[in-house]
């Protein structure tokens, strides 16, 4: 039977502890974990201090604990609110998929309060279809082999390298669940995930000779298969070196993750020129807004134009041949540990011929110790996330 004892008893165990009594000895003595003995040594130690305060000062210190309590509420509240916000237009199955179990600031009964979503869909894990997560991977694989390929052409890519026998409607379904398009050289043939009310840019990157780093940034999405599914990687990289700046995971195509990556970029420098697609998460205004506050210009391919960001198909395409397909990552942070690990060997060991055989780090950060300082501290903030 564990023992008992009366606040007169623990307070003297206490104060044996504070005079120096060996904590591991009147654990022995009294049989109690050595862990509660230095929990109520240091109540002792917290509470020695008001015993000195006169009355009226003890009464506005228990006043300053319910304020205090009042305000970490009132903050809890806030983050709530903030995190309610981002969420409350969305579907149940995708509210459901914006649970986070790593989350401190609002645990999971909560959360599900907030959403409005059963509890129990939270701890329900749904039967992975590995069929169709094998489909995906290799629709993936044939679209980074050519990117020019329609819906029609994968299917028959399917059959004939995969032996997977599926009607092209299906293949669509996947290629858009996934964030796939055909790109073309034509502009008539355009199958953009754009936003029709979202307002479009002029694509300035043509005929224009880049020579300096920072001059053009250029961002772009793509997935990335896991064993049991798949997440959304987004890039921030500089054209005249090949230096990737910045880059995201996401299990959602939700465009939060790629004004992380911008903000992330922006803390290291800032370019003359931003380039993307017109897929509605670049076209947003949440994300305009951040470059138009730096002054940055905004420029937009052509819609399906495969010219037009040459460089980030080339990016994606060395992406995954040197190191998804490769070691096939089990779930989200295996791939986060993965790709921190080859972005920093694709920065500062990957020499490139199209360089003249040197990386995009010597060039980049060349003479330059601030974006060198910067661009360290981000890489451990992603080891770390």
Known sequence: MKKSYTPKQKASIALMAIKGESVSKLASQYQIHPTQIGQWKKLVEDELAT????????????????????????????????????????????????????????NLTRQAELLDISRSGIYYQPIINQEEIRIKNSIDKIYTDCPFYGSRKI???????????????????????????????DSKLNLSLGDKQHKKYPYFLRNLEIVRINQVWSTDITYIRLKNGFVHLTVIFDWYSRYVISWKL?????????????????????????????GVQFTAENYITVLKEKGIQISMDGRGRC????????????????????????????AQIGLTQYFQFYNHRRIHQSLGYITPAQIYLADNQLIFKNQIHLIEANLLS
């Not at 032996?163 to 055909?182: D, F, H, P, W």
């Not at 195509?253 to 800032?270: D, P, R, V």
Request: charge should be negative.
């Open 307 to 334: 010219m037009d960001n040459i460089f980030t198909e080339r990016l994606w395409r060395t992406v995954k041949y040197e190191n998804i397909y490769i070691h096939d990552y089990q779930d989200i942070k295996e």
């Open 155 to 185: 299917k028959k890519e399917l059959e004939i390298e995969y032996g997977i026998k599926i009607c092209r409607s299906y293949v669509q379904n996947l290629m858009r669940e996934i964030g796939l398009q055909a790109i073309y050289p």
């Open 51 to 106: 015993l000195f305060v006169d009355k009226r000062k003890k009464e506005n210190f228990g006043k300053d604990r319910v304020i205090e309590e009042l305000y970490k509420n009132i903050g809890q509240r806030e983050v709530e609110i903030s995190w309610l916000k981002k969420n409350s237009t969305l579907s149940s199955r995708e509210k459901s998929i914006l649970i986070d179990k790593d989350n401190f600031e609002i």
């Open 250 to 278: 996401s299990a959602t195509l939700e465009n939060e993750f790629c004004i992380q990556a911008l903000k992330e970029a922006l803390e290291i420098a800032t370019p003359e020129i931003h380039n993307s697609d017109q």
